[in-house]
T-cell receptor
Framework: GAVVSQHPSWVICKSGTSVKIECRSL??????MFWYRQFPKQSLMLMAT?????????EQGVEKDKFLINHASLTLSTLTVTSAHPEDSSFYIC?????????????FGPGTRLTVL | SQQGEEDPQALSIQEGENATMNCSYK?????LQWYRQNSGRGLVHLIL?????REKHSGRLRVTLDTSKKSSSLLITASRAADTASYFC??????????????FGTGTKLQVIP
């Protein structure tokens, strides 16, 4: 399967600052990337779907101006949490998919743990 | 919502025993997948079963799917301490188009005691 990395693996920041999380597909051309959020002891909730070179599609209830997603290439997508607040503290996970192969499997990154003080 | 529900929420067994987790979902699906997540880590894809399949095996894993009951089960045989993790079912709805968005269930936390 594809190898997906995320950077950083964990980050602690002050309230009000912005944090950028990178998701890289190391050996796979990811036409589509998904961003998920997972609160402690809960399941993953899809935040947005991004396609290379176009605007992301956000799920209901997810503020697009707060969670900025950029999918500039087939190997890199970034999620920026703007003006982070303690309630944004969560585990953020990306996954990648190659729609050209119409494969069903998504490949997940190792996740980024964000703690906002 | 489409989010699946899994039961039990938590399961504790002795090493060597079998572990069974169940997943129920609400709408018609294209396929159902099971994932494993070690604490604080990313997800590992275990197995995918399509809507026209009833049972699938992969090593010590056995997955069943009953589309009439909108339910699936994951059986791990001869469990090992290393199987300790959270297990999630995930569904891809029918007619979800090219994106094939995956919706995750609530998860079962499995503890295998050595």
């Amino acid at each position: 399967g594809a190898v997906v990395s995320q950077h950083p693996s964990w980050v602690i920041c002050k309230s009000g600052t912005s944090v950028k999380i990178e998701c890289r597909s190391l050996d796979f051309q990811a036409t589509t990337m998904f961003w998920y959020r997972q609160f402690p002891k809960q399941s993953l909730m899809l935040m947005a779907t991004s396609n290379e070179g176009s605007k992301a599609t956000y799920e209901q209830g997810v503020e697009k101006d707060k969670f900025l997603i950029n999918h500039a290439s087939l190997t890199l997508s970034t999620l920026t949490v703007t003006s982070a607040h303690p309630e944004d503290s969560s585990f953020y996970i990306c996954s990648v998919k190659d729609l050209r192969n119409l494969g069903d499997t998504q490949y997940f990154g190792p996740g980024t743990r964000l703690t906002v003080l | 919502s489409q989010q699946g529900e899994e039961d039990p929420q938590a399961l504790s067994i002795q090493e060597g025993e079998n572990a069974t987790m169940n997943c129920s979902y609400k709408t018609s699906i294209n396929n159902l997948q099971w994932y494993r997540q070690n604490s604080g880590r990313g997800l590992v894809h275990l197995i995918l079963i399509r809507s026209n399949e009833r049972e699938k095996h992969s090593g010590r894993l056995r997955v069943t799917l009953d589309t009439s009951k909108k339910s699936s089960s994951l059986l791990i045989t001869a469990s090992r301490a290393a199987d300790t993790a959270s297990y999630f079912c995930a569904t891809v709805p029918m007619n979800s188009g090219g994106y094939q968005k995956v919706t995750f269930g609530t998860g079962t936390k499995l503890q295998v005691i050595p």
